[in-house]
């Protein structure tokens, strides 16, 4: 459930907090008072798209704060499959800030991806834009919705169905990748023959390179090293280190204190000697033999050869060395492979088949189910006589989801057939289909929160009470936030809030606040009469928050 929604700087809002209740929470206000504005920063929250204009003027930042509870067993453990750990009042935060230069989203203070933060509000809450019902005529909407409705009895076959296409795919591919004449094989056979024939000839061995570059570098540089350790023995002049010492010899029995210099002097004496020897044994066993050289150059030239085609190390090309022997072994065994490739294929095409068939036969029945559901919930919407019927056709292909095309098709006219909804219903009526496709769906998802934003398009009178009716029912077992200006609705809130415009200091500013008891009929009042507010238009408002209520109990 939606707790609490912060905002700052967004927009028209300096600054709004938002308690939400249980049941059915509704928001009105008047035009342009920034109703969208709310809906908007939730849909920023949960990682919709965030602009730099969304920053209100004169501010470094926007942020937007959503505080949820975790409502039951199941959300909490689908939040820890998705390595997010509820705090310990059983909560979850969401958050965004939004820069000139970027947005940060964070889920309980640590930061996320936007792709990561869409996983987890998923679970959390379930939004209807103003535009949403037009997704009712893409036919591909209509599987899923049917899928979400049988979720329980259609997930384990669609798991089995995904993992059998893939292997049924993979083998398609195979059996794709053998077309091609005889002569072509051959070619390739050959091809491949010489490469494998060039990589076990290079006998290649790990660490081979690294050795080999380090005696090429000491080679290539032999005359440089002999020069510079040349010039190190010249610099240590033995004679000058010998007068060094005898100076101090013949000084150090006037002063106790010389001693210690006179010892340094014997130290530094024997390191240079020692170091003198070091250099001149090395210097001695420095040779630079040409052939040597040359055969270090030409291994080198054929490491670095294979290494270049074939792989960036020694194991990388013994990798591909085994994929140019599997190749090789399949041209050779071409005939054979590809045999044993089509009745592998055939196998699971007939696998594939029947678990195609099992899940269409799930569909089919649930599809029965789901289309009676709609027919009763769009009733209560005042389809007074409506048919409502799911139909399935069979793709020309296998999908990893089966061979199913299914499409809703409706007639809300007595004696008149089916048709395509995108052939009968209008935007009023696409909007009503969609709010009873999630009063069926409400009794089977785990979300608890919905928003519906503007459900009411294109109703009135009997059919918005309808409406306010079937928000109701909803609101029974889910929390529903709805933005609506049709006092039938509003008339069924738990919780009111109003959203309305005003300037301060010269600047427009947006506020929310709940309702209360008295000042919940003056906005009913306001949605009933507009600008002319008498006491009968009032009254009518009392009316209709009682009458609201009785229904309620």
């Not at 000042?519 to 009968?536: C, N, S």
Request: hydrophobic letters at 35%; glycine letters at 8%.
């Amino acid at each position: 459930m939606l707790l609490e929604l912060q905002v700052k700087n967004l927009v028209l809002i300096e600054q709004a907090k938002v308690e939400f209740g249980e049941g059915l929470n509704i928001l009105t206000g008047e035009t342009g008072a920034g109703k969208s504005i709310i809906i908007g920063s939730v849909n920023m929250a949960l990682g919709g798209k965030a602009s730099r204009d969304s920053i209100r003027q004169g501010a470094d930042s926007a942020y937007i704060e959503l505080l949820f509870s975790v409502d039951t067993p199941e959300q909490e453990k689908a939040l820890r499959e998705l390595e997010i750990e509820p705090l310990e009042d059983h909560t979850v935060i969401l958050s965004r800030r939004i820069t000139p230069s970027r947005s940060i989203a964070r889920i309980n203070d640590e930061t996320v991806t936007t792709t990561r933060l869409k996983q987890v509000t998923g679970l959390l809450i379930d939004i209807h834009g103003q535009h949403e019902h037009q997704s009712l005529l893409h036919i591909h909407k209509h599987l899923e919705i049917l899928d979400a409705y049988a979720k329980g009895k259609v997930s384990p076959w669609k798991e089995k169905v995904s993992r059998e296409y893939g292997v049924y795919r993979e083998l398609t591919d195979q059996l794709a990748s053998m077309e091609g004449g005889l002569e072509e094989r051959l070619r390739e056979a050959d091809f491949c023959r010489f490469e494998i024939e060039t990589i076990e000839n290079a006998n290649l061995k790990e660490g081979e390179e690294e050795e080999l570059t380090a005696r090429y570098r000491k080679l290539s540089h032999a005359r440089r090293i002999i020069e510079g350790l040349s010039e190190a023995c010249e610099a240590l002049d033995e004679e000058g280190m010998a007068r060094a010492v005898r100076a101090v010899d013949q000084v150090s029995g006037y002063d106790e204190g010389l001693k210690s210099i006179r010892d340094q002097i014997y130290d530094v004496e024997s390191l240079m000697s020692d170091l003198g020897h070091s250099i001149k044994e090395y210097m001695e066993g420095c040779t630079f033999e040409e052939g040597e050289f040359r055969q270090i150059e030409d291994r080198l030239d054929v490491i670095h050869g294979v290494q270049a085609k074939y792989g960036s190390s020694v194991s990388k090309v013994m990798e591909e060395l085994e994929e140019k022997k599997k190749r090789l072994e399949e041209l050779e065994h071409f005939d054979e492979i590809r045999d044993r490739t089509e009745k592998e294929l055939a196998a699971s095409t007939d696998r594939l088949e029947k678990l195609c068939q099992k899940l269409s036969a799930i569909r089919k029945k649930a599809g029965k189910e789901l289309a009676e559901r709609m027919k009763e919930s769009l009733i209560d919407l005042n389809f007074l006589d409506v048919q409502f019927v799911m139909e399935f056709q069979r793709l020309d292909r296998y999908t990893p989801e089966g061979f199913d095309g299914a499409e809703f098709l409706i007639s809300t006219n007595p004696g008149e057939p089916v048709k395509p909804l995108k052939a009968v219903a209008s935007g009023g009526e696409l909007s009503r289909i969609m709010l009873a496709i999630k009063t069926v769906l409400a009794d089977t998802d785990q979300i608890s929160t919905l928003i519906f934003d503007e459900i009411d398009t294109g109703i009135s009178g009997r059919t918005a009470q309808m409406v306010s009716r079937k928000l109701n029912e909803i609101a029974r077992s889910h929390q529903v936030i709805c933005i609506t200006p049709l006092p039938q609705i509003a008339s069924m809130a738990d919780c009111h809030f109003e959203i309305a415009k005003s300037v301060e200091k010269g600047k427009t500013v947006t506020r929310i606040h709940r309702l209360e008891a008295d000042e919940v009929i003056g906005e009913l009042a306001r949605l009933l009469g507009g600008e002319a507010i008498t006491e009968a238009v009032v009254e009518n408002a009392r009316e209709m928050k009682g009458l609201a209520e009785g229904l309620k109990g």
